[in-house]
């Protein structure tokens, strides 16, 4: 098991290690792009902090709440998208033929494509979020029962996104320039989830529980990490229930791209 | 003239292709569309007046800001990226060469593009936008006719940055970095994050002035009914300030990296 | 048993074309169909055809980039499709009209990349890349990035990329295309001696029948999908009645020449197309004009695939 989950995670690593060395970006242009990551997500934030000049909260949660769970999902996302991000480029891939290139190679075809091109630079992205993510929790009344639920929340959430990300790109393999669908449940669910639930109406919340579970990302475990009851009165065992929708979530993808490999009709001659 | 009439056309049937990616963007346009208008409910619901905005104002505000994202594309792109792109492979220095000014081809182009994203990303949203909510139309004619106006201005104004920000590639190479970081601004400054109105005290007086704001801020408040009369004019004042001032600057930087590439060989 | 075997394979895919404005109807369209195919170690094989012949679709199958609609294929021993990264190991695949390098990356970054996906022993990978820089003339390209390399520079790093790991079968989808004349005749040397050296087994599809008669001993012709021969090269040329054209420029204007074992097929002024069969000898002929006629210049055209494909297909 360990070995299963070990190797190709350590073959991501070498790889991302080189793309790394080998970056061709200029220094300037490096930093710009790292600074732009870091700001074009920060701006979302210093969004939520002017509303809150015109209340005091929203969907009766404060604003070192909202930041909670603002970083709560960012943090997730902006792991998934350090790791798994490059898989939006699949059409792309499939389209010049570099994934017949990588299907030659005897690594992971799904290591590969995640691998392909690492940057750096998509950690600013990660740090904002963790800023954000720090300055509410510094708020929060701490228990090890909470340590403990904040980092299951930022993997299982991290997990999510993932799967996300992969299950969506792999629509590419049937139609190659429908990138931007995934968007709107990848980013468009990232927005969703930076509010508090009780600002959407019951059928959202309950759709993003048993539909597409993306409440599972921050919204249960913050509620628990908040010591607050469930507004829709969920049960709150709903609250700990984040890994084993991560894991459900993880196996759906790993079938879509199964499935999508195998109907893969590569292009041209 | 004929000229730029065909470079726009060529341009609107290059984006017109790709049929899968539009109607994929239009579905992501209402997805956030949609999300906004619940955020922005629950904001006004609070606070009535917030901004001078009534909640209808607000969620109109919310669905047209949908649809100039890609219009006067707030994240960047457009014609300005193939020229970012002949900057890089060198190939612009052929363009110099040209007998057909460059500013000018690149201005048709991105207006062919907007055209084709106004007609698609800008209007489909707004009507699914108009079918789940309850939004506010330009109250006459005259409204019509000055949104109508100010559309166009806000795209060259977004054409100038974006222009401005792939012609820098000419003196760092790469310009894209400079343009996340223009985005970044131009997403804020333009009241996508949040509607400027609701910018609190010495911000609101700076970035109502700023160029981004002419992208969305100042049609919607045209639209809205929030702008009348001589603020009408004024609003379309500054978007045509801006508008003249930056093609103004494109001109003249594309002069000193004419020199740069055609003296210097690149 | 062979290193490659394929029996029945078959490829079809579903296209959909537009029929009116909103309508569109569903096609099969038979890529490959029931192809047989047996190559054992060691051998040089020539997978032709016209273009959209199904011989890419077939390499794909091989690599395991495709997975079959119907028969039965084992590669190695192995059903490539369900154990492509298995296989992996043992092959070497060169894609002519695309590269496997990495644009942006010198061509060194781009090896040391492949050394960790294949996880070459560094040992093993120095003692290649050296060898491969050596044959192919490399040495002065490593630190370039691929964006920059000309075709034949590329193709030459391509190969070296696919070799690295010491594959037993090269698969080789149209390597000489667009390669000048010198670059073609190096690189037909270098997979000589990887065959006769290395004991690597080769398949490669080709326009170029030059690259056939330079390589292989046996020829793989497919048309529409299916195999239309299988055998040796000369045989190929008996059977499609290909002939090879002596272009003659004499000094002056002459009646169609006649020689023995050519006929002319057209005449120019000066010039003089005179066909002969493709197995036979050039020399010969070249002497008997030559000693016939006053000759300015005299060329060789070789037999042009489609033509000889074309005549065994019509027969069959």
Known sequence: MAELLLTPLVRYCEIAALWVRASTTYRASFWMLTVGGFLITGVDFVGIWILFHTVHSLGGFSLREVAFLYGGTGLAIAIADLFVGRIERLGSMIRLGRLDTMMVRPVPLLIQVCADEFALRRIARVVQALVVFGWASAYVDWSPGRVAMAASMVVSGSVIFFALFIAFACLQFWTADSAEVANAFTYGGNTLTSYPLTVFPGEVVKALTFVLPLAFVNWYPSLYILGRPDPLGFPAWTQVLSPVVALAMAGIAALVWRTGVRHYRSTGS | MPLHVSIATRAFRRYSTYTAATLAGIFTNCVFGVIVCFVYTAVWDQSPRAGGYDVQDALTYAWLGQAMIMTVAVWGGGSPDDLAERIRSGDVALDFYRPVGILGWYVAADLGRATFHLLTRGIAPTIVGALLFDLRWPSGPITWLAVAASIPLAVLVSFSLRFLVAASGFWILDSQGTKVLAASAAVFFSGLTVPLVLFPGWLQDVAVLLPWATFLQVPADIWLGQRSGLEVLAGLGLQLFWAVALLAGCALVLRTAERKVVVQGG | ?316
């Open chain 3, 1 to 316: 048993m062979g290193l490659i075997e394929a029996r029945g394979l078959s490829r079809t895919f579903t296209v959909y074309k537009r029929s009116g404005r909103l309508n569109r109807t569903r096609t099969e369209v038979r890529a490959v169909h029931d192809l047989d195919l047996a190559i054992e170690p060691g051998e040089m094989v020539g997978y032709i055809g016209p273009n959209g012949a199904g011989k890419s679709t077939t390499i794909k199958m091989l690599t395991g980039i495709l997975v079959p609609t119907g028969g039965h294929l084992r590669v190695a021993g192995v059903d490539p499709s369900r154990k492509r990264r298995a296989l992996a190991h043992r092959i070497g695949v060169v894609f002519g009209q695309r590269t496997t390098l990495w644009w942006d990356l010198p061509l060194r970054d781009s090896f040391e990349l492949l050394q960790k996906i294949y996880r070459v022993p560094s040992d093993r990978f120095r003692t290649n890349l050296a060898e491969f820089v050596e044959l192919l003339d490399l040495g002065d390209l490593l630190d370039t990035p691929v964006r920059q390399l000309s075709l034949g520079q590329r193709m030459r790093g391509d190969i070296t990329a696919a070799l690295l790991h010491d594959p037993e079968i090269l698969y080789l989808d149209e390597p000489t295309i667009g390669l000048d004349v010198i670059s073609k005749g190096r690189l037909r040397e270098f997979l000589r001696t990887l065959n006769a050296e290395r004991g690597v087994t080769l398949l490669l599809t080709t326009h170029d029948l030059q690259d056939i008669e330079a390589l292989c001993r046996r020829v793989i012709v497919i048309d529409h999908g299916t195999k239309v021969f299988d055998g040796a090269l000369t045989e190929l040329h008996r059977q499609g009645g290909s002939t090879r054209t002596l272009v003659v420029d004499l000094v002056d204007e002459a009646p169609p020449i006649s020689v023995e074992g050519a006929t002319a097929r057209r005449v120019e002024g000066p010039r003089q197309w005179l066909s002969f069969p493709a197995d036979a000898s050039a020399a010969p002929l070249v002497a008997a004009v030559a000693a016939a006629y006053d000759v300015a210049d005299l060329s060789i055209q070789e037999p042009d695939i489609e033509d000889v494909i074309r005549e065994l297909y019509s027969r069959s």
